[in-house]
């Protein structure tokens, strides 16, 4: 029973990690269209910004948190003037700024190499301790991503579906032409897009630091997570992509406990084949 138990509380943290990671890159697809492959890049950028001004500068890990979060902001809002906006009404938009991103992903990593170098490094958790339930134990630090995770998606959730700027995200993502008529700037939208989900992966790696060991490499494997949930859930909405993270972070908890570690990625890859054929449009998107 422990064991079910613990299994279940590391589903919950795997979910709430996944819905943050995949919530910035499906806000710039419902937004723009496009997949941000230095999503994960971004993730690492912050991680590192972070662990300078905390460990580095000796300011604290909550002013790092911020400082990681607007430097991601910003190279976000850059990756869509520079690598972005160029091309848009191009009709290979989509495999242009696939080429586009990755190379802003390879940038951001080999940048991260030369400033930070290839040691290790690891930000402190922002809550000491650990908290046991019914003898299933986890950090403290992991309890509050379970939190916080929920409260920021809730917050995101209230921001593109109750605030003027939020609706005028949802009505460039659904008609830009309809959107420009009624008088909202577009790549102004565009760039807030990116930037909103360039700050969301900044947080994550800023979270993702303090259980992880920080590497150039750090936001590779999160970045094929988030897109593997953004795809399961169904493109195009931020609840089907929290209900595919909370699915896939349950699944691979109690895959790496009944099949192990080893052939988990293969069951996860071979369930997202079979929903795809069977639900082209994701397991929880529309028709």
Do not use: C
């Not at 299994?7 to 941000?36: D, K, P, R």
């Not at 917050?155 to 460039?172: D, E, I, K, Y």
């Not at 008529?181 to 360039?198: D, E, R, S």
């Amino acid at each position: 029973m422990e064991t079910l138990l613990a299994t279940f509380v590391s589903g919950l943290v795997l979910a709430a990690l996944y819905a943050l990671m995949a919530s910035g890159l499906s806000l710039i697809w419902t937004t723009i269209g496009v997949f941000n492959f230095a999503h994960g890049a971004l993730m690492m950028v912050g991680a590192f910004v972070a662990w300078t001004v905390s460990e580095v500068g000796g300011f604290g890990l909550w002013p790092g948190l911020i400082a990681g979060v607007a430097t991601t902001t910003v190279l976000g809002v850059i990756i869509e003037y520079l690598l972005i906006r160029p091309f848009y009404g191009q009709r290979n938009m989509v495999l242009i700024t696939v080429m586009t991103t990755l190379a802003a992903m390879i940038i951001l990593e080999k940048s991260a190499q030369i400033i930070w170098g290839a040691r290790l490094k690891q930000l402190p958790r922002m809550i000491e301790g650990d908290i046991s339930i019914s003898g299933a134990v986890i950090s403290a630090h992991e309890a509050l991503i379970v939190v916080l995770a929920p409260l920021i998606l809730i917050a995101l959730w209230q921001f593109t579906n109750r605030t003027p700027v939020g609706r005028s995200l949802r009505a460039v993502g659904q008609n830009q032409e309809a959107a420009a008529l009624l008088g909202i700037n577009v790549p102004l939208t565009f760039a807030l897009a990116f930037g909103l989900g360039a700050a969301l992966a900044g947080l994550t790696g800023v979270l993702l630091g303090g259980i992880r060991f920080i590497t150039p490499s750090l936001g590779s494997e999160p970045l094929i997570k988030a897109m593997i949930v953004v795809i399961f859930g169904g493109l195009g909405s931020l609840g089907a992509t929290v209900g595919a993270a909370l699915v896939i972070g349950m699944a691979e908890a109690f895959l790496v406990l009944t099949l192990g570690l080893y052939w988990t990625p293969f069951a996860i890859f071979l369930g997202l084949i079979a929903v795809l054929v069977l639900r082209p449009n994701g397991l929880f998107g529309r028709s």
